[in-house]
């Protein structure tokens, strides 16, 4: 091989590898980012939702149901995370604490609106937290240390689809 052939495959290997990179990255950030509010999706915590019949990886129960009320369309929630293991749920056998003083999702990640000035925090579609556990114990547990109340799936849903 000459030099110019070796050097333009060294060229050829690393536009490859960098698209091969970005596909990763963009494939990947659906999972990471919030469908609606682009906040980072925290592993227990994240909820895949059906809007308007689009799926979307969601960074909390709370977050769904505020682009339901906001946008006035049909939310479904898919699959939960357990909060204490992390690990999918059917929401229908997750028992949910709803209106807990703890907000995983990070104010500093304010979202931006058009004219980048951040929306101001009185209203905070990731507020109050809504968050799923397996098992009632530790649904009563964690509302009894940081607020809320346990429900299950039909009182959490009431009022979301109602239009
Ligand atoms: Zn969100």
Redesign the pocket.
Known sequence: MTKRALITTAVLVVLVGLVVVGYHVMANREEAF??????P?HANSKVVAEIDGRRRT???AR??ISEAYQEKKTVRLITVTDYISSKPLDPKQAYFVDGSRKIL?DHDAAMLDETKHAYPLTFD??SPGTYAFARREEATAFARENGGVVVQLNELMQGANAQ
């Open positions: 919030c469908g609606f509010c682009n906040r999706i969601v960074c909390c977050c769904a999702c579609r990731c």
